[in-house]
């Protein structure tokens, strides 16, 4: 069975860091994209960050680009999410996702975005 199982959430300071992993199983890692996304209080879940495992390439929304760095272990077929410099707007349940081709480091209804990690809870305090 495809898993994603999510971690390392938690409570921070503003200008914190934290870091998340996405640890995967059950399918062939490098035939896919990695994507997190959030979702905050009365909002909509949004693209975060992704990456594909292959080549290596890398997407980051706008209001992370600088602070958030993602990357892959291949070898232990996890990708993580390094955020530094946390504010309290990035306060929010945090999701890894499987990207099929054709699916969104964006959208996260597409639905080539088709498995789902249970989400890690991220608190920046102010």
């Known amino acids: 069975d495809v898993q994603l199982q999510a971690s390392g959430g938690g409570l921070v300071q503003a200008g914190g860091s934290l870091g998340l992993s996405c640890a995967a199983s059950?399918?062939?890692?490098?035939?896919?994209?990695i994507g997190w996304f959030r979702q905050a209080p009365g909002k909509e879940r949004e693209g975060v960050s992704c990456?594909?495992?292959?080549?290596?390439?890398?997407y980051y929304a706008d209001s992370v680009k600088g602070r958030f760095t993602i990357s892959s272990d291949n070898a232990k077929n996890t990708v993580y999410l390094r955020m530094n410099n946390l504010k309290p707007e990035d306060t929010a349940v945090y999701y890894c996702?499987?990207?099929?081709?054709?699916?969104?480091?964006?959208?996260?209804?597409?639905?080539?975005?088709?498995?789902w990690g249970q989400g890690t809870l991220v608190t920046v305090s102010s």
């Open positions: 059950g399918f062939t890692f490098d035939d896919y994209a």
């Open positions: 996702a499987r990207i099929d081709v054709g699916g969104s480091c964006v959208d996260p209804g597409n639905r080539k975005n088709d498995y």
């Open positions: 990456i594909s495992i292959s080549v290596g390439s890398t």
